[in-house]
Structure formats: C-alpha cells, structure tokens
C-alpha cells in the first residue's frame, strides 16, 4: 500500500528512509545529501533555457547523469543490510521489491509508473503517465533497473495517443554495454553535509519525524505520483541532489568554462516571477524565515546574513546546488529593492559566499 503519514500526509517511504538535518534531505543509510524540493516548471525552464544558450542538446546529459544518480540511490537504500541488497532481487522478494521501488518513484513526484509486464532478465513494459520531464524520469527509471538486473538496460519509448507513454526494456550483457566517457564521468560525488556553525532543528511531526512544515507546504498524491506546492498549485519534486550536482559538472566540462552565472540568471528569473505572483516574499523577511525556507527544502543551512546599507551579504552551508540557491536569494534581494542587482559569488568546498546589492 502506497501510504502516507496520518498527521502531515508525507509518504512514508520518505519519512522512514530520510531525514531532515544541517540544511539537507538526508539518506539514512548512506549520510548523503539526497534530494532538494524544486519546482517543476524551474526544471524544465533551466534546461529549455540553457540547452538553447549553449546551443547543444542536453537530453544525454540529463539522462547519463540522472540515470546514475537513481542507481545510487537504490544502492544506498539497500546499503544499510548487505544481505538484503543480495536477496532483495532473488525470488521471493523480487516482487516486493520491484513494487517498493515503483512506490518510491511516486513518492517523489516523478509521475506514474504502471508495470504491464515483467520478466527479469528478458523484457520488461511499462507506461508513463504524467512525467515531469521525459529524459529524467527515464533515467530515474533505468538507474533503477540497472541495479535489479545488475545490468545496464536499454528502453524504446512511444508516446500513446492519451498523452502517455510506453517503454519496452530490455537488457544488455555488460560485454555489450558502452560505458562511455561522459557516462563514467558523471559518476555521482559524495555529497555529505557537514555539522554547519549553526544549527536549526525543525520541528517535527509527532508521528513520523518529517518536518512538521513539510506536509503544509507539499501535498503527496502518491496514485498519481505527483507533488504539489500548496503556495501556488504548482507541481514539484523531490530531486535529486547528485543528478543536478553532475548535470552542472557536465556543463562546465562540455564547455571547458563555468556555467553558473547562467544557471543563477535563469533561476534568479524564475524565482523573482514567483515572488511577483504569489506572498511568499511576506515569510521571507529575516534571517530565520529564509534559513527556514531552505532547510525544508534541502537547500542548504544560512549560517550568516549582514546588512551593511544596501548591500546584503549571505554565507550558506551545505549548499551542494549554489546556482539555484544563489539565483532565489538574488532575486528576493531584487524584489525587495525593486530593481536589478549585482552580486559576487564564491565556493569554498560547500560553502557558498553571496554578496547582493542594486546595480
């Protein structure tokens, strides 16, 4: 049964494999940072918008990336009991586990998955429906499978005339498989977060330990596999945090430059049209509002926010994606000042320094 929290209605799966610390969504079994709540229609944008800036396709890289990034979150759940990760895909369990990990899926929002037919090692045929993006949910899917059939996998898609899609997978032997460059290279970082030199405990659901905010701020309707911000009714997921962390190596191997002022200009775009059409800006007025809004969604820990005139200066611990981070605090700093700012940008390991003032 796909089952959510009784008290906050967060998906159980989430509750009981992650936990919320230092700034960070957190896997239990492996203390990496996991997952971060990011806004559908941002995803989509950013990769729309700097696919055509770059002038490249990025289909493969949201796919190699993604696709490792599913494999090692599977790895990691299985992680904490080795043997289950070597019974968990031998019969009987093989069932149970395929459903439990079909359920996951759903419950971050990917859409849904329905299983029409499955014979490990031979074929398998799935239908999508309602993807958030069709490239990451494929590899999120064949991240997945790698890892039950130990094999890498390939898939056809055909998108149906309802709008959904069907994939036919298929296995490749691993003497066949083509583990390129790019895909070895996109191999996912550790991403542990560190004890910041500030600390901020949420509080808690009573039933589950999720923060209590989350189930306020995120509905979770786990048939349709799809998360929704209660702000606005706009649709989100829980993403991973070492997909978009190797999508951004990629870039700036690709072109041999840093790509973050254009990753930070179109989130800080994104960003500031949200705050223009919604009152989210009203409960980002100070320093634990804004540390608040980041530690539920996995963004990282603000540690330090200074003031010196018109000019606001930021330092964010754990921030594993600073573009995205840095884009929303320069766009709160626009909207409060009513115009365009500049700012100054530094990374020293995960720590990121942010100084923000008007043009």
């Known amino acids: 049964m796909r089952a959510v929290c009784e008290v906050c209605g967060v998906p159980k799966l989430i509750a009981k494999t992650h936990s919320w610390r230092d700034g960070c969504i957190v896997d239990n079994a492996s203390g990496n940072a996991n997952f971060c709540f990011y806004e559908v229609s941002f995803h989509n944008a950013l990769f ?44 009987p369990l093989y069932h149970l586990t395929q459903k439990l990990l079909v359920d996951f899926g759903m419950s971050i929002g990917i859409g849904r998955i329905e299983i029409l037919e499955h014979k490990k090692g031979k074929r398998g045929l799935l239908r999508y429906i309602d993807p958030y993006n069709l490239p990451h949910c494929t590899a999120i899917l064949l991240g997945s499978m790698d890892v039950i059939y130990d094999n890498p996998v390939a898939i056809t898609l055909r998108e149906e005339e309802d709008g959904s899609f069907l994939g036919e997978l298929k296995p490749v032997g691993k003497k066949d498989a083509v583990e390129d460059e790019a895909f070895l290279r996109l191999a996912s970082e550790d991403l542990k977060p560190r004890r910041p030199a500030v600390t901020r405990e949420l509080p808690a659901c009573k039933k589950c ?12 309707d786990l048939e349709k596999g799809i998360i929704t911000e209660q702000l606005n009714r706009e649709r989100a997921v829980l993403l991973g945090v070492y997909s978009l962390n190797s999508i951004l190596r990629e870039f700036e191997n690709e072109l041999g430059r840093d790509i973050a002022d254009l990753f930070i200009r179109k989130e800080e775009e994104s960003f ?33 926010m200074v ?23 320069l766009a709160l700093c626009e909207y409060r000042h009513g115009r365009s700012c500049g700012y100054d940008y530094s990374l020293h390991g995960n720590t990121l320094s942010l100084s923000v003032s008007p043009a």
């Not at 949201?62 to 599977?74: D, E, F, K, M, T």
């Not at 330990?209 to 979770?220: A, E, Q, T």
Request: hydrophobic share 45%; with cysteine; glycine share 8%.
């Open 307 to 329: 003031e010196e005139g018109d000019k606001t200066s930021f330092t964010i611990e754990n921030a594993f994606i600073p573009p995205m981070v840095a884009g929303r605090f």
């Open 48 to 91: 729309a918008k700097v696919g055509a800036e770059l002038g490249m396709p990025l289909d493969n890289i949201i796919l190699n990336a993604g696709r490792q990034a599913s494999a090692r979150v599977i790895e990691d759940l299985l992680s904490t009991h080795p043997l289950l990760g070597k019974i968990a895909f031998k019969a």
């Open 272 to 304: 500031k049209k949200k705050l223009a059409v919604t009152l989210l800006a009203e409960e980002l007025k100070d320093m634990q509002q804004i540390r608040d809004y980041c530690c539920l969604r996995g963004l990282g820990m603000l540690t330090e």
């Open 209 to 220: 330990g999720v923060p209590r905010d989350i189930g306020s701020l995120y509905s979770f």
